[in-house]
Nanobody
Framework: QVQLVESGGGLVQAGGSLSLSCVATGRSFGNYAMAWFRQAPGKEREFVAGVSKSGSTTDYADSVQGRFTSSRDNAKNTVYLQMNRLKAEDTAVYYC????????????????????WGQGTQVTVSS
């Protein structure tokens, strides 16, 4: 079973930046599309960003477009989320997730497509 471990969360002032990392176990990391989701208290989990298997394609939620950048290093089994110009509404637990089924450069925003999930890392943005 694939295991995902996020790190890099913390407290940051609005307008600041934070970088999250997610390290995956296993030997098939390059076969997984990866995505970041977040969940704030009392709200449903929502798609934030995704990156295709090779890292050539990315997708972002409208709420973070232009501020967040997702990338991956398959040699290190790691996916990243660089978050810039953070806002208070970005406060949430951030999860990385792996989609082992979708082919090619496809990225889905559907949470149900992601089979493997990390434990989450808290990001708190002070206003």
């Amino acid at each position: 079973q694939v295991q995902l471990v996020e790190s890099g969360g913390g407290l940051v002032q609005a307008g600041g930046s934070l970088s999250l990392s997610c390290v995956a176990t296993g030997r098939s990391f390059g076969n997984y599309a990866m995505a970041w989701f977040r969940q704030a208290p009392g709200k449903e989990r929502e798609f934030v960003a995704g990156v295709s298997k090779s890292g050539s394609t990315t997708d972002y939620a409208d709420s973070v477009q232009g501020r967040f950048t997702s990338s991956r290093d398959n040699a290190k089994n790691t996916v990243y989320l660089q978050m810039n110009r953070l806002k208070a509404e970005d406060t949430a637990v951030y999860y990385c997730a792996a989609d082992p089924v979708s082919s090619s450069s496809y990225i889905t925003q559907r949470m149900s497509a992601y089979v493997y999930w990390g434990q989450g890392t808290q990001v708190t943005v002070s206003s």
